[in-house]
């Protein structure tokens, strides 16, 4: 059996040196083009989050401007909410938070623009937000986010159609009021042609906040101001830019 030569081991072994050396430098180099982008996008982060947060604002504003008309109200509306959740009490763990917010008048409030999410659209969850005036009938509705089918669905935005608006004014007498449905369900409110289940949704929804306002109206205007307790507050589910009146 041939012995293995000193010397020509001693060429491999130079060559596995050189060959290391090449691909330690690319991961070193690797490591501070990994660190650097982490630092530039933090930076861009920390110089840009009061922007977006001052864009997110206005959005927020812009919206609720078109649900309760600015002269009814003389407080910032959307520095005064509070934070609810509309699930079951055994639920309300896993739910998903909403927010309400409170126009008032002279410190007396005359309605209230409260977030829900219709979870049954077509394509999945609907953001909405219903302005509830003090009467209990409903002053405006805006979907703010959705994934329904353009050309169809998607007529619930207000920039579509005019759909959206056929909430105004309507007041409910109970959960069983059978005039809250789309008129293929023998309600008061149109489907549109070729989706039903879009506006079904939308209907229903908007039903229940209503009915969640009706039974907690007194403890929604008694909690703490949560937009004043936190002041870093991001609106949710503000996404659309929805057109005004």
Partial sequence: MTEPNPQESKPNQQQKSLFRLPVQKNSQILALFA???TAIVGLVNEL???????QAQRQLLNTLHSIIEPHRY???????CVNFS???????INSTMQTAYIARQAGKAVAIAMTNTAPDG???????????????????????????????????????????????????????????????????????????ITP????????????????NKHALLTRPNACMLDNEQVPQNIEVNNDKQ
């Fill in 35 to 37: 660190i650097a982008c």
């Fill in 48 to 54: 840009t989050k009061d922007q977006i947060k001052a």
């Fill in 74 to 80: 003389d407080n910032d509306i959307t520095q005064d």
């Fill in 86 to 92: 509309s699930a079951p009490l055994e639920q309300q």
């Fill in 122 to 196: 077509y394509n999945g969850d609907i953001d909405l937000i219903v302005a509830i005036n003090m009467d209990d009938s409903i002053n405006g509705v805006r979907v703010l986010k959705h994934k329904e089918t353009p050309g169809l669905g998607d007529k619930v935005e207000l920039r579509k159609s005019n759909w959206i608006t056929n909430f105004n004014g309507k007041e409910i007498e109970s959960d069983k009021d059978k005039r809250w449905a789309v008129a293929k369900d023998d309600g008061m409110f149109d489907q549109f042609t070729g989706a039903t």
């Fill in 200 to 215: 079904r949704a939308v209907v229903k929804s908007v039903k229940q906040t209503l009915l969640y306002f009706k039974a």
